[in-house]
C-alpha cells in the first residue's frame, strides 16, 4: 500500500502543545521523515525517524512506531510562526521514491 | 554551501504549449526528484534521477518527461500542456544512503506554472 494519512487541519494556542498523527502503509521500511512548509515556500526537513522511540529536537519531538505503522510530531511552547502545514513522508522502493501525505495544516491562534 | 536551484520561479504557458523546467542540485548530491504540487492533491511524485538514470516514476501521463546531467542537474519537461498541470513543481535532491545519506530531501523554491 502508499497510504499515508494525517489529520487535514489543526487549530493550537499560543504556548500550548500539539501532536499531529501520521499513520503509513508499507511494504519495506526505509524510516519515515516529518517537513515543515509554509505557505508560498518549500518544504524543509524537520525530523526524521528509523527505529521506535521519541527522538526530540528542541521543541520539536517525532515519535515512530514501526509495528503500529504509526508516527506522530509533537510541537511544544508554540509560536505563531510555526503556523504552517506539517508533510509526513515514507521512503518507498530502497529509498529511491518518497511519498508525502497530503499534509497537516497548523494553525495557531494569539 | 548552495541550495536547491529551481529557474524559472513562475511561467504561465497556454494549453498545447510545451514546458521545460531546470533543477540544480546541491553540490554532492546525485540523487534529484521532481514533485508536483497543488492544493487539492498536495505533493505527488513525478520521478528520480541517480547518475543520468531515472530510477523511479510516479502515476503521470507519458506527457511528463525528464532527464538528468552527467553534472546531477536535472530537467523536467511537460508537453502538450493542459489546464490541470497548473502547480507548483519541486525539485529536490539528496544524499545516497550509501554515502551516508538517510533519503533527507532538500527542495528548491519551486516553479510555479500556470496554463491559460
Known amino acids: 500500500g502508499q497510504n499515508i494519512d494525517q489529520p487535514t487541519e489543526m487549530t493550537a494556542t499560543e504556548g500550548a502543545i500539539v501532536q499531529i498523527n501520521c499513520t503509513y502503509q508499507?511494504?519495506?521500511?526505509?524510516?519515515l521523515f516529518w517537513y515543515q512548509q509554509h505557505a508560498g515556500e518549500a518544504p524543509t526537513f524537520l525530523s526524521y525517524?528509523?527505529?521506535?522511540g521519541l527522538e526530540e529536537k528542541g521543541r520539536f519531538s517525532s515519535f515512530l512506531s514501526r509495528s503500529k505503522g504509526y508516527s506522530y510530531l509533537l510541537l511544544k511552547e508554540l509560536q505563531m510562526k510555526d503556523s504552517a502545514s506539517y508533510l509526513c513522508?515514507?521512503?518507498?522502493?530502497?529509498?529511491?521514491?518518497?511519498?508525502f501525505g497530503a499534509g497537516t495544516r497548523l494553525f495557531v491562534k494569539a | 554551501k548552495a541550495g536547491v536551484t529551481q529557474t524559472p520561479r513562475y511561467l504561465i504557458k497556454t494549453r498545447g504549449q510545451q514546458v521545460t523546467l531546470s533543477c540544480s542540485p546541491i553540490?554532492?548530491?546525485?540523487?534529484v526528484s521532481w514533485y508536483q504540487q497543488t492544493p487539492g492533491q498536495g505533493l505527488q511524485f513525478l520521478f528520480e534521477?541517480?547518475?543520468?538514470?531515472?530510477?523511479n516514476k510516479g502515476n503521470f501521463p507519458g506527457r511528463f518527461s525528464g532527464r538528468q546531467f552527467s553534472n546531477s542537474r536535472s530537467e523536467m519537461n511537460v508537453s502538450t500542456l493542459e489546464l490541470g498541470d497548473s502547480a507548483l513543481y519541486l525539485c529536490?535532491?539528496?544524499?545516497?544512503?550509501?554515502?551516508?545519506?538517510?533519503?533527507?530531501?532538500?527542495f528548491g523554491e519551486g516553479s510555479r506554472l500556470t496554463v491559460l
Open positions: 513522508a515514507v521512503p518507498r522502493t530502497g529509498g529511491f521514491k518518497t511519498i
Open positions: 534521477y541517480f547518475s543520468e538514470t531515472q530510477r
Open positions: 553540490s554532492g548530491h546525485r540523487s
Open positions: 508499507t511494504s519495506g521500511f526505509n524510516g
Open positions: 529536490a535532491s539528496s544524499r545516497n544512503r550509501d554515502r551516508g545519506g538517510t533519503g533527507e530531501l532538500f
Open positions: 525517524n528509523v527505529l521506535d
